[in-house]
C-alpha cells in the first residue's frame, strides 16, 4: 500500500493522549491499521507519554482499587482492536471499521446522485460514517463546521488538494469548501469523521440532511 497522506502530528498527539472523539479515534485507529508510518509515530507518541508517567510521583490509590480492576478486566470493553480479523465477505473494511459495523456489512442509505452512508456512530463530539461513492462521481460540495477526516478504504478521489488513494486521510479543516470526485474504474468507498455537521449546498441533499442526521 502507497500511503502519502498520513494522519498529522496533532491529531495522532491527541489520538495517543486518549482525548480525541470516539469518531476521530476510529479514523485513526483504521489508519494505524493500513499505514506502518503512522503506527511508528504512534508508538513513539506512546512512548513519550510513558516517560511522562514515569517522571510523575507516586500517589496512593484505595486498598481495593487492585482487586476492583482485575475484576473488571474480565469485563467485555468497547474499544477498537486492531488485531481483530475484519469480516471475511467484507475485505474492504479493516478491523476496527468491521468492528464499528458489529460484524454486519453496511446499511447504506441514499444520498442522492448514487452516493450512499452508512452512519457508524453519532453522538455530540461528531460522528463516523462509511461514504459509497460510484467512479467517477462528485460528492455533493459542502464546508465544514469544523474538522473532516476522511480516510479512502477502496477506490480513490481527488479534490482541489490532490488526490488520494487507499489508505490515504484528507484532513480538511473549518473552512475549506471542496468537491471530493470518485476515480473512474472503481467504487470509492471512504471512512469519514467529522465535530460538526456537514453544510451542503445543494438544495436536495440540504432538505435530506435532517433525516439522515449528517
Ligand atoms: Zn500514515
Not at 508517567?53 to 484505595?62: K, M
Not at 460510484?134 to 473532516?148: F, I, M
Amino acid at each position: 500500500m502507497n500511503v502519502t497522506h498520513h494522519i498529522s502530528d496533532a491529531v495522532m498527539a491527541a489520538y495517543a493522549t486518549g482525548s480525541l472523539s470516539q469518531a476521530f479515534s476510529l479514523v485513526v485507529a483504521t489508519h494505524v491499521s493500513m499505514c506502518d508510518d503512522c503506527r511508528a509515530a504512534l508508538e513513539a507518541h506512546e512512548a513519550a507519554g510513558g516517560v511522562v508517567l514515569d517522571g510523575i510521583g507516586e500517589t496512593a490509590l484505595t486498598g481495593n482499587l487492585r482487586a476492583r480492576v482485575m475484576a473488571a478486566l474480565d469485563d467485555p470493553a468497547e474499544r477498537f482492536d486492531m488485531e481483530a480479523p475484519a469480516i471475511d465477505a467484507f475485505d474492504v473494511y479493516p478491523a476496527p471499521v468491521a468492528q464499528a459495523l458489529r460484524g454486519q456489512g453496511p446499511k447504506w442509505k441514499r444520498l442522492g446522485g448514487g452516493v450512499r452512508q452508512c452512519i457508524l456512530s453519532a453522538d455530540n463530539e461528531g460522528s463516523a460514517r462509511l461514504l459509497y461513492i460510484p467512479a467517477g462521481r462528485p460528492v455533493p460540495e459542502h464546508t465544514h463546521g469544523g474538522l473532516e477526516l476522511t480516510l479512502v478504504l477502496q477506490g480513490g478521489f481527488s479534490d482541489a488538494t490532490g488526490h488520494f488513494g487507499v489508505g490515504d486521510v484528507e484532513q480538511a479543516d473549518g473552512d475549506l469548501e471542496h468537491i471530493p470526485t470518485a476515480d473512474e474504474g472503481v467504487d470509492c468507498i471512504c471512512l469519514a469523521a467529522t465535530d460538526a455537521p456537514l453544510r451542503f449546498h445543494g438544495l436536495v441533499p440540504r432538505i435530506l440532511q435532517p433525516f439522515f442526521a449528517i
